[in-house]
């Protein structure tokens, strides 16, 4: 069955760092992009990161310097490391398979996982 699951959220405090998994099931996900994406309440969903077939990597602005993405094909895992953690990086945190990268048509992730939850908070 076809399944993105993310997991590795929670509390953290300012500051502090915590690494996101995204893990596939039911396919190759070699074969695709991945994009990690989040949306905190009452705002628009943004892509923070996106990891091509290839191995570049996209950064947004606001986490650069700071969140970094990366891909384990034998484990069937992408990652999205993240350090210095602000409160505004509160949100819920989306993984999601796509042909190539793209930061203007969200269409073209066409499997999403349920999301994960991360609180940064003192």
């Known amino acids: 069955q076809l399944q993105l699951v993310e997991s590795g959220g929670g509390l953290v405090q300012p500051g502090g760092s915590l690494r996101l998994s995204c893990a596939a099931s039911?396919?190759?996900?070699?074969?695709?992009?991945i994009g990690w994406f989040r949306q905190a309440p009452g705002k628009e969903r943004e892509r923070v990161s996106c990891?091509?077939?290839?191995?570049?990597?996209n950064i947004a602005d606001s986490v650069k310097g700071r969140f970094t993405i990366s891909r384990d094909n034998a484990k069937n895992t992408v990652y999205l490391q993240m350090s210095s953690l602000k409160p505004e990086d509160t949100a819920i945190y989306y993984c999601?398979?796509?042909?190539?990268?793209?930061?203007?048509?969200?269409?073209?992730?066409?499997?999403w996982g349920q999301g994960n939850q991360v609180t940064v908070s003192s």
């Open positions: 999601a398979r796509t042909t190539v990268c793209s930061n203007t048509n969200y269409n073209l992730y066409d499997y």
């Open positions: 039911g396919f190759t996900l070699n074969y695709y992009a």
């Open positions: 990891i091509t077939r290839g191995g570049n990597t």
